[in-house]
């Protein structure tokens, strides 16, 4: 054991908090995967089906955002240790804050390109949303481009994230972790 200050005792995020991150984390990995493999397929109804599941992924996504934005402004996260120098503390709050605005950013762009590309989304094939934007081909094009790299920045910074997970963990020893595992903390 280090002589790193224990958290054992700090406050901790809540349940709701760590039960949306967790759903949130797993819905977003399986979105980025399945973006990532079905891409490049040939058109095939596996292909459409993978699209549409897809769709109903990130519009489910986009609705856990707003309740995880909503949850965290009433219920704010924890303090970070103190003794975490300020700079990494800025650099965890820039983080977090722009993993929110992806959370809606991505969904969002993906709903206008779905609705200009003339693909309306049914929610799990039984909720019409509706068209976002109108259908034109021209910004559907311009639309594509900017989901895929906004998915990308969200990819880049949660490898960030997971990383700053294993520094707290391994090199500082500070078991920050365990303010988001549910569970006792040690």
Do not use: C
Not at 7 to 24: D, E, K, N, Q
Not at 110 to 128: E, T
């Amino acid at each position: 054991m280090s002589a790193s200050p224990s958290f054992s005792s700090s406050p901790r995020y809540t349940g709701v908090a760590m039960a949306l991150h967790w759903i949130a984390a797993v819905g977003i990995l399986a979105a980025l995967a399945m973006g990532i493999y079905m891409v490049d397929l040939q058109l095939s109804p596996s292909k459409i089906k993978l699209f549409n599941w897809h769709k109903w992924l990130g519009m489910t996504l986009l609705a856990l955002a707003a309740l995880r934005l909503l949850w965290r402004l009433f219920n704010p996260p924890p303090p970070m240790p103190a003794s975490m120098p300020a700079w990494q503390r800025g650099v965890a709050h820039g983080v977090h804050w722009a993993l929110y605005a992806l959370f809606f950013a991505i969904p969002l762009v993906g709903w206008a390109y779905s609705s200009a590309a003339g693909f309306p989304i049914v929610w799990f094939g039984v909720l019409p949303l509706p068209d976002w934007v109108p259908k034109d081909l021209a910004l559907a094009e311009l639309l594509k481009p900017i989901h895929k790299w906004l998915a990308y920045g969200l990819a880049a910074l949660i490898a960030a994230h997971i990383l700053a997970v294993f520094k707290h963990m391994l090199m500082d020893d500070d078991d920050l972790l365990l303010r988001m595992i549910p569970g006792r903390s040690r």
